[in-house]
């Protein structure tokens, strides 16, 4: 399921992770593309992919990926998908 993230003041990168995180593998949530916020997001893709790794959720290797990010130039989004 693709949800649209409107940025105000109940905004929070953790918080996209975590509505994420309670749905589905398969589920994408784009965001208004600003490269600060690209930037954190993409940081806290590797926070999650990383404790994962560590759980035994996903395999060891690089490539084993939970949340994958990803910037559409089309659109100016920035788009987070949960591949597991």
Do not use: A, F
């Given at each position: 399921m693709i949800t649209e993230v409107k940025i105000d003041?109940?905004?929070s990168t953790v918080g996209v992770f975590d509505m994420l995180e309670s749905?589905?593998?398969g589920d994408v949530a784009k965001v208004p593309y600003e490269e600060s916020r690209h930037t954190?997001?993409?940081?806290?893709?590797?926070r999650r992919n990383m404790k994962a790794r560590l759980l035994g959720e996903i395999?060891?290797?690089?490539?084993?990926l939970k949340y994958k990010v990803y910037a559409a130039g089309?659109?100016?989004t920035t788009m987070i998908f949960r591949l597991v």
């Open positions: 003041e109940k905004y749905g589905n593998p954190g997001i993409k940081q806290e893709s590797q395999g060891e290797g690089r490539k084993c089309n659109d100016d």
